[in-house]
């Protein structure tokens, strides 16, 4: 079962594959209170503006505007409180070079694709518990 805390809150997912954004959804509403979901960068923001969401989940590779543009744009939001949120990078591309990257980008964590519930699950509780 998952940690009953979990339920309190709201997950921002920006995916542009439909399948991967649909099962995150699904599987996320079944252990947080809400989730918001996006198709792109320009989505996400407006989403993570009107939503307020405690984490956000960001694919890093999206055509046009990519994950670390939706961390500068977030970092950005000024006096709004959405700008503190934790954001999480997905990525297909998963060298140690790559995770430097995000890492050092700002992100505070990094989950490589494809993952496993379990795995996503550990990746947002080591982000919220930190």
């Not at 999480?88 to 998963?94: D, G, K």
Request: a neutral charge; hydrophobic letters at 45%; charged letters at 25%.
């Amino acid at each position: 079962m998952w940690p009953a805390h979990l339920s309190n809150l709201t997950i921002a997912v920006v995916e542009d594959h439909d399948d991967a954004r649909k099962y995150l959804a699904l599987f996320l509403s079944q252990v947080v209170g809400k989730v918001v979901v996006a198709r792109n960068v320009s989505e996400g923001l407006e989403e993570i503006k009107k939503s307020k969401p405690d984490l956000v989940l960001t694919d890093i590779r999206m055509p046009g505007a990519d994950g670390f543009e939706l961390l500068r744009e977030v970092r950005a939001l000024g006096s709004d409180s959405a700008r503190n949120v934790p954001v999480i990078a997905m990525t297909a591309l998963f060298t140690r070079a790559d995770r430097v990257r995000i890492l050092d980008a700002g992100f505070q964590g990094c989950l490589p694709k494809p993952f496993t519930p379990d795995k996503l699950l550990e990746a947002i509780l080591k982000v919220l518990n930190e």
